[in-house]
């Protein structure tokens, strides 16, 4: 009978099973653990929210530009005032294109409408493209990387919790519920950590990736639009 779990010992174990509770008297280990997966946690939704921010930011800003580019304007005009210094990726494509095919039409007695300028054309729009979409994609793999690591690293702080919390059961020779559950609780809250850190990165990692290969997909498509217009005045100026 001395072994019965009775309210009074239930009602200790419960006031003591706050997340704050549970950190404090976990083992060193399990702490790390934690601390670690809060910090990555932390650093995942900082991300989280700098790409969303980004990207809706890079889609407005290439909406505007194609604006003004459509809108029947120079595109000298247009390159000096946002392709010779561009502010987003849609104009550095734009920048990079028109650049080198105005590089092009300055040396003395090209053919414009020869391969080798739409070749440069082309290679100019394709590299401005890979560098945007690098530079737009930075830490986009940290979101990848602690989607499926953060649960596997809870998963060894409750492997080393629960082997502390049958340690410390055994030296007291007692196995009531009152004891049993708080060592038990502790390890199981980093397990939960480490899913509260892997489902938004996980998660956030196919939405973000998804969103980029669209805007991935737009700057191509402007790209060859733009790249054609050219290669339709390098021949009417031959």
Not at 13 to 22: F, M, N, T, V, W
Not at 166 to 184: D, E, W, Y
């Amino acid at each position: 009978m001395d072994r019965a779990v009775d309210a009074a010992n239930l009602g200790a174990a419960a006031a003591g099973l706050s997340p704050l509770d549970l950190f404090l008297h976990a083992s060193i280990v399990v702490k790390l653990v934690m601390l670690g997966l809060i910090g990555c946690s932390a650093f995942v939704w900082a991300i989280i929210v700098e790409k969303f921010i980004l990207i809706r930011r890079v889609n407005r800003e290439a909406t505007e530009f194609e604006d003004r580019f459509w809108s029947g304007g120079s595109l000298d005009d247009l390159y000096e005032s946002d392709g010779a210094k561009p502010l987003h990726p849609m104009a550095a494509v734009f920048g990079a294109a028109m650049g080198e095919w105005r590089r092009s039409a300055r040396i003395s007695g090209v053919d414009l409408a020869r391969g080798g300028v739409r070749d440069r054309v082309d290679r100019a729009i394709n590299i401005t493209i890979a560098r945007e979409m690098e530079r737009l994609s930075r830490r986009v793999l940290f979101l990848a990387t602690i989607g499926p690591v953060a649960p596997f690293v809870g998963l060894f702080g409750t492997v080393w919790g629960i082997m502390h919390a049958f340690g410390s059961i055994a030296a007291m020779h007692n196995t009531n519920l009152a004891v049993v559950a708080p060592g038990i609780s502790e390890a199981l809250f980093a397990t939960a950590i480490g899913l509260v850190t892997a489902i938004p990165a996980y998660v956030a990692y196919n939405v973000i990736s998804g969103a980029l290969d669209n805007f991935t997909e737009r700057m191509e498509a402007f790209g060859t639009e733009f790249a054609a217009i050219l290669s339709r005045q390098s021949e009417e100026r031959s």
